[in-house]
């Protein structure tokens, strides 16, 4: 890869051969950098690059071992239930509200920060503008299927609703945060973007459809419990929707090939690897006549 000398005198250039704070060989380096821009100089994105890989790792690892994030089914507060034998209501250290609100506070203010990133960080470099865009996009849609779409009917803790929302909302900073750094830099060697498009839309489009297919299912009878889904890709998954959102993730690091983001899409991955694995458990559990063959996240395989 080409540099002139001004490029060289970059910052983020002069740290190339630092990676996550260890040393590497230049042809070691070369081959990372082929796919994403130099480690930035900032202590902050390269330590939270890490911490948020790992935090985010050890809550999926929480799930599968059955300590779960309080929210939809695994709220225990909730008032329905597909059994009559649920388990009594846990007490919860900040109390709960209603579902919809949480989610509301889930992504408002990720969608604010990337709303707001179009007047705080002006720029006409293109993946910056894909990111901000991919982000507004993805969030606006949260919301409007928390307002239009989605039929809750239970609570949500207030702890975990403030821990998601604290991770949507500095992810989506530092994601445009660690963007800012690559202006003026060489673009890597493989260029991800027009995949990274198309992985967004069909992510994007594959989580609507199957979210609009549970609410869909509790509207059938008037209800609120709980039934096993069906339709698109519930016939061999039961977590459809969680497998297209973690293309979304993964499109985020394709438009963008920095290091926190592609440490951000691995995090989210790991959650909701063991939110899937929770979620199927759970059906096992609640329903007796729950398809066998019925996968977590990945047809035929897990």
Not at 48 to 53: A, F, H, I, Y
Not at 142 to 162: C, N, P, Q, T
Not at 218 to 242: A, Q, S, V
Not at 271 to 294: M, N, Q
Request: net charge positive.
């Amino acid at each position: 890869m080409e540099t002139t000398g001004e490029d060289e005198n970059h910052p983020a250039l002069q740290t190339e051969h630092i990676f996550f704070g260890f040393q590497t060989k230049p042809r070691k380096m070369e081959m990372v950098t082929s796919l994403v821009y130099p480690p930035p100089p900032s202590i902050l994105l390269n330590t939270m690059s890490v911490v948020g890989l790992v935090s985010l790792a050890k809550v999926g690892w929480s799930e599968v071992r059955g300590i779960h994030l309080k929210y939809s089914k695994f709220n225990n507060n909730n008032k329905t239930s597909s059994s009559s034998s649920s388990p009594q209501p846990q007490k919860l250290p900040l109390g709960s509200f209603s579902s919809r609100t949480g989610m509301l506070l889930l992504y408002t203010p990720a969608f604010l920060a990337a709303a707001a990133s179009f007047f705080v960080l002006p720029s006409d470099d293109l993946r910056l503008l894909l990111l901000k865009s991919a982000l507004a996009l993805h969030f606006f849609k949260r919301i409007f299927e928390v307002m239009f779409i989605h039929k809750y009917s239970g609570e949500m803790a207030i702890d975990s609703a403030l821990t998601i929302t604290t991770s949507y909302f500095t992810s989506t900073a530092l994601l445009l945060y660690s963007q800012n750094f690559t202006l003026g830099l060489p673009e890597p060697g493989f260029d991800l973007k027009p995949l990274g498009i198309v992985m967004f839309v069909v992510g994007i489009v594959g989580n609507l459809y199957h979210h609009v297919l549970l609410a869909k299912l509790r509207n059938e009878d008037g209800t609120k419990k709980y039934k096993i889904p069906k339709g698109g890709l519930f016939e061999t998954i039961i977590c459809p929707h969680y497998l297209f959102e973690i293309l979304v993730f993964w499109s985020f690091f394709m438009v963008s090939q920095t290091i926190y983001s592609f440490s951000f899409a691995m995090g989210t991955t790991f959650y909701l690897v063991g939110r899937s694995y929770a979620t199927r458990s759970w059906y096992l559990s609640k329903f007796d006549d729950f398809p066998e063959h019925i996968k977590a996240l990945i047809p035929l395989v897990f």
